[in-house]
């Protein structure tokens, strides 16, 4: 099994992990670059038995599952919004980041 190290991914295929090794690193990264205090952040990731979890960045249990994803996507919008300052990530099949939305006053507002 060829290691994944963050930041890096393979060019072609999921291999036989699923693409879960794909998506451990991608959260991995994701939870490394940012503060956990400055803002909540659910991720919707798919789940490896079969349908979508919506999870907690830094959590180590998922917050909810559910057979498909646009349950989990409303699921984890109404999570990020409640908390004042959230963000919701979604991930596809192979585990990279196809979407975010940040809720709240966003510290970092920049003009444009």
């Not at 079969?50 to 959590?59: A, P, T």
């Not at 699921?75 to 940040?102: C, F, N, P």
């Amino acid at each position: 099994m060829q290691e994944v190290v963050p930041g890096r991914y393979r060019a072609a295929g999921r291999g036989r992990d699923g693409g879960a090794a794909i998506l451990a690193a991608t959260l991995e990264e994701s939870m490394a670059t940012r503060k956990s205090s400055e803002r909540q952040v659910y991720h919707v990731v798919p789940n490896p038995k079969g349908g979508w979890d919506v999870k907690k960045e830094g959590g180590a249990r998922a917050s909810s599952h559910h057979d498909t994803k646009a349950p989990a996507l409303a699921d984890a919008r109404e999570r990020a919004m409640k908390g004042g300052l959230g963000q919701v990530r979604i991930h596809g099949q192979d585990g990279r980041i196809q979407k975010e939305w940040t809720y709240g006053k966003d510290p970092q507002r920049t003009p444009g």
